[in-house]
Structure formats: structure tokens, C-alpha cells
């Protein structure tokens, strides 16, 4: 699990560096320290948290800060993140701006500066917060994310890519942001120009608008290039056939490159189980297909992708194959 958030913010370079040197000597091994020197730039840096589908966990912001005080920060940071708990640091006379922030932004805590020593000043009071926080805590899918609309036939040709290569993904309604709180947020801290559906978000932050199933094979890995400049025997369609052909000529030490537009497994991909098929006496379903696919090729990731529009590789260079032995 990654780990969750904590933001602090300051427009004071100082204090900025002394409360993060802070945070860090106590919570680093537990969270993400991660700073700001503006109200702008806290919010710019939550949206691409958000985008990377991370938990935000604590904020901790000054409140005399020019353009956007800490209040106003904190207005805005919890539409993205309302959950996170919030404190705000204040000189001794704002503190009846924190009281009112109490109202306004559901402030958790406000602390004095300075905080010193914080082993009394600060850590007690935000263990606490990170506890309570902790407590109703679900962290959050970590895999890929493909937002879009239900009935889009670009959306279903993604989701089918992916399943149908067995790529872990968490599917994201856009027509269904007035009921899922999720999907609202991430459709408020789009901009507009990335608001094109599909939308492919990826595990470190970037996210991709209508990709072709090319481009998502590289993104993903797969491999899209022949790795060798000749081969024995090039076999086009990955269906249980042509798996059946490049196990069999791999295990008799032909370089074999097997190349398929979608994804191992033909038509038997569509099917829970293929009863009789000949060479697999168990049948064979899409994870058996999968795993011949796997399993061919010893120590190395599944190769496929495209090339063109829609043809995808897999090759087993003269190996002798595992599956060889259990079909
Ligand atoms: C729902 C379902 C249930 C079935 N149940 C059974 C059963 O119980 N028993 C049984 O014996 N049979 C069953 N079948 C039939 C069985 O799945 C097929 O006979 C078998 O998959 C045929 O294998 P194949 O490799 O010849 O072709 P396919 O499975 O059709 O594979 C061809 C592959 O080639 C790829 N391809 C095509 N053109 C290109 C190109 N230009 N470039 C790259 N790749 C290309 C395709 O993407 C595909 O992956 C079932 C089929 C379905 C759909």
C-alpha cells in the first residue's frame, strides 16, 4: 500500500523547511511528507495526489499566507479531500481567525507557533488526528482506473483489452458522479482538456484520453516489437492453435514468434472452460491460455502488444517449454 499523505503549507520558507523537518523525523516511515509554499500550489499538487488515486491523510496549513489564506486553503482542499483531518497554524493573534475557521472548515485542531518542543507541541496532537483519521481509513485501488461512460463502445473496447489480458483495473462511471463520491471528486479535479472519455489513469499520476489498444499495450509492458531481426516460425493469431503451434515448435528449438491482435486465447478466451480441445486433456480456459502464454516463455513478463493497428507479438525463442510437460 502506498503510503498516505500528510501536506503542510507555508508561504515562509523557514517555517516551511523547520515543520517538514519535523513531520518527517516523526511519520516518514508511515506517511508521505509533502509540502507547498501557497494556497495555489497545495491545491495543484492535491489534484495530482488525486489523480495517482492517493490518500491524503492530514493537512497542516499557516493561515497568514498572501492571495489565499490558510482558511480559504482549507475551504478548497476538502472538496478534493474531505476526509483528511486539517489543522492550521497560527501566529497568536489569528487566533480568533481559527475559531471562526472551526465553522467554516470543520477545523480539527489549530496549533500555535512555534511549536517547540514538539514532542509536546505537536506530535500529541496529531497522533491523535492520524489516529482517528486512521480508524476510518479504506485505502484506495492502487491499480489502473478507466473512467468513462457505461454504453461508449471506446470504453468497452478498453475494459475488454484489459480483461481480456488480464490486467487488473478499476472501472469508473462517469455518468454516475451524483452517486459515487469517487467518480465526482476525480471528474472536479480533471481539467477540462484531459476530460475526453475514456480516460486510462495510470498508478503514478498520468492518465491518457481515448488511447488506442497500442498504446495501452506500452504503457502496460506488453510488448509490441519483435525482439529478434529473424525467426524459424512466425505464427499469427495467439487462439489455442496458434499457442498449441508456437509451445510445440519453441519446445523443439525453433525461434518462434507468435504474434495476436488482442489477446492470448482466442475464441476459447470467451469461455470459461473449452472441454476437448485437443492437446489440453483438462480443457482449457482463459486462464490455462493465459498461463501457456506465460509459461512459455521461462523468466520473462507475457509478451504482446500491438503492431499496426491491432498486431500483437508473443515470442518463445527456442525454449523448451513447462507446459510441455503438463498438457
Ligand atoms: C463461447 C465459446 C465456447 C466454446 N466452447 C468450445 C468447447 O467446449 N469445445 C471446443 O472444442 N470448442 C469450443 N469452442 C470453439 C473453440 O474455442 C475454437 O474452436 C477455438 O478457439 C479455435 O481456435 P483457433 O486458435 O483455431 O482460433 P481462434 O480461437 O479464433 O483464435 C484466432 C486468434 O487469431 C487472432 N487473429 C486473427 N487475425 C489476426 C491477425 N491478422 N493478426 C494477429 N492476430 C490475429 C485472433 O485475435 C484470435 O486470438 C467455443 C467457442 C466459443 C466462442
Given at each position: 500500500m502506498r503510503k498516505p499523505v500528510i501536506l503542510t503549507v507555508d508561504d515562509d520558507p523557514d517555517v516551511l523547511r523547520a515543520i517538514e523537518r519535523d513531520l518527517k523525523k516523526h511519520y516518514e516511515d508511515r506517511y508521505r511528507i509533502l509540502r507547498a509554499d501557497s494556497g495555489r500550489a497545495a491545491l495543484d499538487l492535491l489534484r495530482r495526489v488525486q489523480l495517482r488515486n492517493d490518500a491524503v491523510a492530514l493537512l497542516l496549513v499557516d493561515?497568514?499566507?498572501?492571495?489565499?489564506n490558510g482558511v480559504e486553503t482549507l475551504q478548497e482542499a476538502i472538496k478534493l479531500y474531505p476526509n483528511a483531518k486539517r489543522t492550521l497554524l497560527t501566529a497568536y493573534a489569528d487566533t480568533d481567525a481559527a475559531i471562526k475557521a472551526i465553522n467554516d472548515v470543520q477545523l480539527n485542531y489549530y496549533l500555535l507557533k512555534?511549536?517547540?518542543p514538539p514532542e509536546q507541541q505537536l506530535f500529541p496532537v496529531l497522533d491523535d488526528l492520524l489516529n482517528d483519521w486512521y480508524a476510518d481509513f479504506h485505502p484506495p485501488f492502487e491499480g489502473l482506473r478507466v473512467l468513462g461512460t457505461r454504453w461508449s463502445s471506446k470504453s468497452y473496447d478498453i475494459r475488454d483489452f484489459l480483461a481480456r489480458n488480464q490486467v487488473p483495473y478499476q472501472w469508473l462511471d462517469a455518468d454516475a458522479a451524483d452517486r459515487d463520491v469517487e467518480v465526482g471528486r476525480l471528474l472536479k479535479s480533471l481539467s477540462r482538456e484531459d476530460l475526453k472519455l475514456p480516460l486510462v489513469l495510470f498508478p503514478d499520476g498520468s492518465c491518457v484520453s481515448e488511447p488506442q489498444t497500442l498504446e495501452l499495450a506500452e504503457r502496460l509492458g506488453?510488448?509490441?516489437?519483435?525482439?529478434?531481426?529473424?525467426?524459424d516460425l512466425a505464427i499469427v493469431g495467439g487462439g489455442p492453435a496458434g499457442l498449441a503451434a508456437a509451445v510445440y515448435g519453441a519446445s523443439e528449438g525453433l525461434k518462434t514468434v507468435m504474434v495476436e491482435r488482442?489477446?492470448?486465447?482466442?475464441?476459447?478466451?470467451?469461455?470459461?472452460r473449452i472441454e476437448n480441445y485437443l492437446g489440453f486433456r483438462a480443457g482449457l480456459s482463459r486462464r490455462l491460455a493465459a498461463s501457456v502464454w506465460r509459461s512459455?516463455?521461462?523468466?520473462r513478463p507475457p509478451l504482446c502488444g500491438s503492431m499496426g493497428r491491432t498486431v500483437t507479438y508473443a515470442s518463445m525463442m527456442g525454449r523448451s517449454c513447462p507446459v510441455m510437460r503438463c498438457c
Open positions: 493561515h497568514r499566507m498572501p492571495e489565499m512555534p511549536w517547540d506488453l510488448r509490441t516489437r519483435a525482439g529478434l531481426e529473424f525467426y488482442e489477446a492470448p486465447g482466442g475464441q476459447a478466451g470467451l469461455s470459461s512459455s516463455l521461462p523468466g
